[in-house]
């Protein structure tokens, strides 16, 4: 529906791949020979990857100071490709690659890239064009980051044990919420006057210590 609203010339029609592809991320600098002409491409740029007679879009990415590739193809080509990228490495699981999420400080979909945070609070800032025009929630940005109006801030969190609830406080007063939580570790966003380094708030009956600012 929001494609359709905000398109005024194209025809639109959205469809879900989700079992007709496949998608793999690869970390680490283990994959150059695999991708040699990924070396001097740009972040967030892709192309297209050509193996065994299949075509793949390959985008080459980072987490924090890790280098990755995306590798995006048809589902029938996952288990080869599962067998090829197990050769170089450890494959995660869910839970292992949330964790790492979590320690390398990423926002991720669905939990700290929402509607309900704007795309300064979550540290996006270098994904914004201001000088772009024309585009979903531009002024709203725009505007917020000219008169310096962002009053919340994503950050990394620390604690001991389980956080018993989302709410983050100080004082008694709601200051943050959770977003994502697992091990002791997690991202959340609290208000600029609370974000500080090494600052413990309260969950609950918990104390939780910002470790980390992930945004300006």
Known sequence: DWIEFYTIMEDVTVKDVSTETCHFRLIGDSWEDLFPTMTDLPIHNSFIWEFEGES???????????????????????????????????????????????????????????????????????????????????????????????????VRLSWEGIPPEKDITYDGHLVGVITSAMNGAGLGFVRNSHAELSKELECGNQKVMVTEILAE
């Open 56 to 154: 793949f879009i390959a985008i080459k990415e980072e987490m924090s100071s890790f280098p990755c590739v995306d590798v995006i193809g048809t589902a029938g080509v996952k288990n080869k490709l599962t067998q090829v990228f197990s050769t170089k490495s450890n494959s995660l699981t869910l839970e292992e690659f949330t964790q790492l999420r979590l320690e390398l400080g990423i926002p991720a979909f669905g939990y700290e890239l929402t509607e309900d945070f704007n795309p300064l609070e979550a540290g996006l800032i270098s994904h914004i064009n201001f000088n772009k025009g024309c585009y979903i929630g531009q002024e709203v940005v725009a505007r917020l980051n000219t008169y310096d109006k962002v009053q919340r801030k994503l």
